[in-house]
């Protein structure tokens, strides 16, 4: 099945810095890779998603990107705020199951 | 905003009894899910649910495993004979469409179990 990696397993960033996360996953079938963010006590929700039949997705100022040879997605988050700070969890799917394969999750900590 | 609920939020049992975590998924929502994540560890898909029966499942839900939708509103997962290594998070979802069609899956705040 479907394996997805994260690293960092922990980000530390200043305040209005980048901060970047990396996932791979093994599955060449997988076609669809959202993002969910976990603020501590919460629920995961959804921030971004993307689908394999396009390279980035942006919006405001979270961005994915894609690289369907290599098997890697990225999100990307500019000018960071303490509110960002979060566990996020990539994923990934392939058209016709009805599973995400989740990864371990990166703790993402903005320093004020 | 419609959410989807859990309860309990947390359980303490007894190794070998049986639990039962509750959920009702997003009203109009057709695909019911239940992951798990034990502490320090990766989200786990355990089974997915849609039009009243199994859909899918993954190797860790085995016999001891087992969802129902009892009636219009909750979609229980149960747990017959509890074991240590069946303490984690669980988490209950639902979407519109399946997560293979990019339904965006709506969470639960999660059941803490803990198996004594």
């Known amino acids: 099945g479907e394996n997805v990696e994260q690293h960092p397993s922990t980000l530390s960033v200043q305040e209005g810095d980048s901060a970047v996360i990396k996932c791979t996953y093994s599955d060449s079938a997988s076609n669809y890779f959202p993002w969910y963010k976990q603020e501590l006590g919460k629920r995961p929700q959804l921030i971004i998603d993307?689908?394999?039949?396009?390279g980035e997705k942006k919006d405001q100022r979270i961005a994915v990107t894609l690289n369907k040879t290599a098997k890697h997605f990225s999100l990307h988050i500019t000018e960071t705020q303490p509110e960002d700070s979060a566990v996020y969890f990539c994923?990934?799917?392939?058209?016709?199951?009805?599973?995400?394969?989740f990864g371990k999750g990166n703790q993402v900590v903005v320093i004020p | 905003e419609p959410e989807v609920t859990q309860t309990p939020s947390h359980q303490v049992t007894q190794m070998g009894q049986e639990v039962i975590l509750r959920c009702v998924p997003i009203?109009?929502?057709?695909?019911f899910y239940w992951y798990r994540q034990i502490l320090g560890q990766k989200v786990e898909f355990l089974v997915s649910?849609?039009?009243?029966?199994?859909?899918?499942k993954s190797e860790i839900f085995d016999d001891q495993f087992s969802v129902e939708r009892p009636d219009g509103s909750n979609f229980t997962l149960k747990i017959r004979s509890t074991k240590l290594e069946d303490s984690a998070m669980y988490f209950c979802?639902?979407?519109?469409?399946?997560?293979?069609?990019?339904?965006?899956?709506?969470f639960g705040e999660g059941s803490r179990l803990t198996v004594l």
């Open positions: 009203s109009n929502h057709l695909y």
């Open positions: 994923a990934a799917s392939s058209r016709g199951n009805n599973r995400l394969a």
């Open positions: 649910f849609y039009n009243n029966e199994i859909s899918e």
């Open positions: 993307i689908r394999s039949n396009v």
């Open positions: 979802a639902s979407s519109a469409n399946g997560a293979g069609a990019t339904g965006e899956l709506f």
